[in-house]
Nanobody
Framework: QVQLRQSGGGSVQAGGSLRLSCAAS????????MSWYRQAPGKEREFVST???????SYADSVKGRFTISQNNAKNTVYLQMNSLKPEDTAMYYC????????????????WGQGTQVTVSS
């Protein structure tokens, strides 16, 4: 059973920074492909960033240059460093994994973290 446990988030003024963490458990000695999504009130959940098990990253245009995704494979943890935050970044942030790479084999997954609130005030 895969579990994703999120931490971090909170409230900050515009221009500030926050860091989110998402720790995966369930497979040992394996690396997860991890993504971050967010959902603002009244809006659909949207993609924020992703990092593959080999370290390849991509970002939504709205966060490019401000957010940085990284991973610590030894801890099966992915981070989202959010700088220069804007009020429009206010949302519930979720991590997600769709795949775990165990070297010679992999498993397709579909798990979400519990969500963590990020609130940016102007």
């Amino acid at each position: 059973q895969v579990q994703l446990r999120q931490s971090g988030g909170g409230s900050v003024q515009a221009g500030g920074s926050l860091r989110l963490s998402c720790a995966a458990s369930g497979y040992t000695s394996c690396n997860y492909d991890m993504s971050w999504y967010r959902q603002a009130p009244g809006k659909e959940r949207e993609f924020v960033s992703t990092i593959d098990s080999d370290g390849s990253t991509s970002y939504a245009d709205s966060v490019k240059g401000r957010f940085t995704i990284s991973q610590n494979n030894a801890k099966n943890t992915v981070y989202l460093q959010m700088n220069s935050l804007k009020p429009e970044d206010t949302a519930m942030y979720y991590c997600k994994t769709l795949r775990v790479d165990c070297g010679s084999w992999y498993v397709r997954l579909n798990y979400w973290g519990q969500g963590t609130q990020v609130t940016v005030s102007s």
